[in-house]
């Protein structure tokens, strides 16, 4: 439902000092999971809060693993984990190599460029 919703509204620019919302963290990695994994719809992910504090939001990217997604449905495997922070708008994906978050670029309109994407 969350995704749904970050979707439909899309992510309107964060006036400088604001907090960015849990929606707007959520539709920041659900753009760079778009240009990340361009190849795979969106309804084959979903996107959970796993932590949220005054300072952030960290997020789990799992594998939605159904009839049309493939896979087993009785799994949901992570594929990636971020963190939102909130003041300023930063985004950080974490690197299981480095056992790192690192950080991820982020345009003037909030769209989001992780060291990973193509």
């Known amino acids: 439902m969350i995704l749904l919703v970050a979707i439909v509204l899309g992510i309107a620019a964060v006036p400088t000092g604001q ?3 849990e929606t707007q963290a959520i539709e920041l990695v659900t753009n760079s999971v778009h240009a990340t994994y361009s190849g795979e719809p969106l309804h084959c992910f979903s996107f959970m809060i796993e ?3 005054q300072a952030s939001f960290e997020i789990a990217v799992r594998e939605n693993q159904t009839r049309g997604c493939g896979g087993d449905p009785g799994v949901a495997p992570v ?3 971020f963190r939102v922070d909130r003041v300023p708008v930063r985004l950080w994906i974490y690197a299981v190599s480095e056992d790192a ?3 991820c670029s982020v345009t ?3 769209q989001p460029r992780c060291p ?3």
């Open 108 to 110: 003037d309109d909030l």
């Open 101 to 103: 978050y690192l950080p």
């Open 116 to 118: 990973h994407d193509k």
């Open 19 to 21: 907090p960015v919302s």
């Open 79 to 81: 594929r990636d984990r």
């Open 51 to 53: 932590e949220q504090s």
